[in-house]
């Protein structure tokens, strides 16, 4: 990463982001958490748990708090994989809950063994689990939608889009979204039968992938990236806008989180994005833990007129930061770049990848036809 980037971060954040350690569990891990905070203003944290981050069998636990500040244990097992006869599973991670019109909707990495004679935690793929409530405090799981190595995901939109991160599709992995609308109606209609554990115990169910897919964003030079891929859920803010997260992972290894703004009409554009680092892991809870210099968001609240981020640090522990929301926005605003800079890089982007996607059957070829051209 750019030495400038801290520098402009330190500047523009040094004294206006606030962090806070939410949650350090003694006999485990917790972090990479997603969050709900309901109307009346109850906050519903849906925290990624292990046994130790080296053992890696991870599942969702629910935490609820009053204050955003001081959380109790309501459920030790909220989403955990089911038994299947074929399948080994290693668990559930990185909860995004998304709230689409009467549903909450939690998208979550399951990880399942490539090996199922010998498994071994090194040799596993993502696939986006689905799990779906009708509150906060409900979630029964339904399936995997059917792309492997994909993760970081969430739904935006009334259609709804899925936002996502497939890891090979094209390199470095980028930001992707597309047309859910078909799996989103599988999902509601395994739902009853989910309630009352009548699904099959085969094997999961395949959840039919999002069609048309496009790039979203793709990494900016600038970052140095590994890897990028969707933050939080995105957040509401009125006029079809969102507040959109990013986490990236640079080079050196670190894990970093920045911002913009999503508009959702006919499709998600992201109108502004700033470039600069919004959270960089520099406390001693984000340096210090089973892996250092991360700070991974996953839920984003708005409460008071503030912004607040939560996020594993070191995949450890849960901490969260707040910023004024309109001063967030002025600073987009004011330094973001825009979308006509972020459809150059994807257009740049997608001509580096163009051998790797061309064969892409779930990528929209008219769109991948029209930038090639």
Avoid at 2 to 7: A, R, Y
Avoid at 299 to 304: F, H, K, M, N, R
Avoid at 325 to 350: A, F, H, P, Q, W
Wanted: charged content about 25%; glycine content about 6%.
């Amino acid at each position: 990463m750019d030495p400038k980037l801290v520098e402009m971060h330190r500047k523009l954040f040094g004294n206006r982001l606030q962090k806070r350690l939410i949650l350090d569990e003694r006999g485990g891990v917790v972090f990479n958490p997603g969050i709900y905070r309901s109307e009346d203003g109850k906050y519903y944290l849906y925290a990624r748990t292990s046994t130790h981050h080296v053992n890696y069998t991870s599942w969702i636990r629910l935490y609820e708090s009053e204050d955003g500040i001081n959380f109790r244990k309501t459920r030790e097992f909220f989403l955990y994989p089911p038994y299947t006869i074929e399948e080994y599973i290693y668990g559930f991670e990185d909860d995004r809950c998304s709230k689409i019109n009467e549903w909450w909707v939690h998208t979550h990495s399951t990880l399942l063994a490539n090996d199922t004679e010998s498994p071994s935690r090194k040799n596993f793929t993502d696939y986006i689990g689905v799990s779906l409530g009708k509150k906060a405090d409900e979630a029964y799981f339904v399936g995997i939608v059917d792309i492997p190595d994909d993760k970081n995901s969430a739904l935006v939109g009334d259609r709804p889009w899925l936002i996502h991160r497939p890891v090979t599709w094209s390199k470095p992995p980028c930001i992707w979204y597309g047309d859910f609308s078909e799996g989103f109606k599988q999902a509601q209609a395994l739902y009853p039968k989910a309630k009352e554990n009548e699904l099959p115990y085969e094997r999961l169910i395949r959840i039919t992938p999002p069609k048309n897919n496009r790039i979203l964003l793709a990494p900016l030079d600038e970052w140095g990236v590994y890897k990028i891929g969707l933050g939080a859920q995105p957040i509401y803010i009125g006029n079809s806008r969102y507040l959109f997260t990013v986490h990236v992972r640079s080079i050196p290894y670190q894990y970093w989180v920045t911002a913009g703004i999503l508009k959702v009409k006919d499709e998600p554009k992201i109108e502004k994005l700033l470039p600069i680092p919004l959270c960089i892991p520099d406390t001693p809870w984000e340096i210090i833990g089973d892996v250092p210099k991360v700070c991974f968001i996953c839920g984003v609240t708005l409460a008071d007129g503030k912004v607040e981020g939560w996020y594993g640090a070191a995949d450890t522990r849960i901490m969260k930061f707040e910023i004024d929301l309109d001063y967030l926005l002025s600073v987009i605003e004011e330094y973001g770049i825009t979308e006509e800079r972020i459809n150059e890089n994807i257009e740049k982007y997608v001509k580096e990848n163009r051998d790797k996607l061309i064969n892409n059957e779930l990528i929209d070829q008219e769109w991948l036809h029209t930038i090639l051209q």
